[in-house]
């Protein structure tokens, strides 16, 4: 980690540990709720949630497929612009699939509101959104389904989530 990322962060709010258990429980959950379901389509959307994606994939035991989307971000401000672009829209056919979206955090619901009906109309049997943290700033919908922890409302950086592109290799997740 640079000098100036170490000054910047104000405290851990999420340890490593804390971490690896909820994702684990995560995994068991998912496991036990698709075990009689179609097969599973586990969609990431990039870049904030590529480590939690990978550390819960590797915990659900069974098969399954995964893909990703990328959906614009908020470039180096710290508030939604409310724009949702898909930059990037996975080839692979939803029909007679169950999909589960991976996000790294919801705060006003905007992303999941936007792109959830676009993905539903794609004709998968089902979306599920599991996000590893959740603001709980306002009531959002589609309200995901799993959600790892209840963040405060400060902006986080770490295990995947950014300011600016900076900090999302950090194995814990904190406050700026
Ligand atoms: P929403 O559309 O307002 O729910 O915001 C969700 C998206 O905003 C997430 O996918 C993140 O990319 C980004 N975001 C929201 N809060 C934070 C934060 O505290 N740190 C980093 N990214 C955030
Ligand atoms: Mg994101």
Redesign the pocket.
């Known amino acids: 980690m640079s000098q100036l990322g170490e000054r910047m962060i104000r405290r851990v709010v999420f340890t490593e540990a804390e971490i690896r258990e909820r994702v684990a429980q995560l995994a068991r959950e998912i496991t036990h709720a698709y075990a009689a379901s179609d097969p599973l389509l586990v969609l990431g959307?990039l870049?904030?949630?590529f480590i939690f994606m990978a550390d819960l994939v590797r915990g659900i035991q069974l098969p399954l497929q995964l893909d990703f989307l990328v959906?614009a971000?908020y470039g180096r401000q710290k508030t939604s612009s409310g724009d949702v672009r898909l930059l990037y829209d996975p080839p692979s056919s939803f029909e007679g699939r169950s999909v589960l979206l991976v996000?790294?955090?919801v705060d006003s619901g905007t992303?999941l509101r936007r792109l959830v009906p676009r993905l539903m109309a794609r004709g998968p049997t089902s979306i599920e959104v599991c996000t590893l943290l959740h603001k709980r700033t306002t009531s959002v919908e589609p309200e995901p389904r799993w959600v790892g922890f209840d963040a405060p409302n400060e902006f986080l950086v770490g295990y995947g989530?950014d300011h600016a592109e900076d900090f999302r290799h950090l194995p814990y997740i904190a406050s700026l």
């Open positions: 959307l870049k904030g949630s959906v971000s996000e790294d955090i992303t989530l």
